[in-house]
């Protein structure tokens, strides 16, 4: 199983970026994805998820409205759509699974085994 974030940048507030989350090595269609986040000093923390078929998406508070999850499946690809970017939303950026994973509110990727590398959004004047 391999996952491939990428997409991440310095940007101004309320600008736009769109995360990409590459997938291999696995039946991607049969998988739901999440994205969490991680800022210096602070626990990580559930974004944005969507099911295997793309048919739930769940993104937490701070986000809504802002953020877009969606999905293309024939190409392994999972896209996380930011816009009117806030200096609270600078963090590394994860992609990640699991066989036993649901995308379901509230959860902060405790027990997944499978990450991409991590994308940096810095969101800075």
């Known amino acids: 199983v391999q996952l491939q974030a990428s997409g991440g940048g310095l940007v101004q507030p309320g600008g736009s970026l769109r995360l990409s989350c590459a997938a291999s090595g696995f039946d991607f269609d049969n998988y739901a994805i999440g994205w969490f986040r991680q800022a210096p000093g602070r626990e990580r923390e559930g974004v944005s998820c969507?099911?295997?078929?793309?048919?739930?998406?769940y993104s937490t508070d701070s986000v809504k409205g802002r953020f877009t999850i969606s999905r293309d499946n024939a190409k392994n690809t999972v896209f996380l759509q930011m816009n009117s970017l806030k200096s609270e939303d600078t963090a590394v950026y994860y992609c990640a699974t699991d066989t036993w994973y649901r995308c379901v509110p509230n959860t902060v990727g405790v027990g997944m085994d499978y990450w991409g590398q991590g994308t940096q959004v810095t969101v800075s004047s």
């Open positions: 969507i099911s295997s078929s793309g048919d739930v998406t």
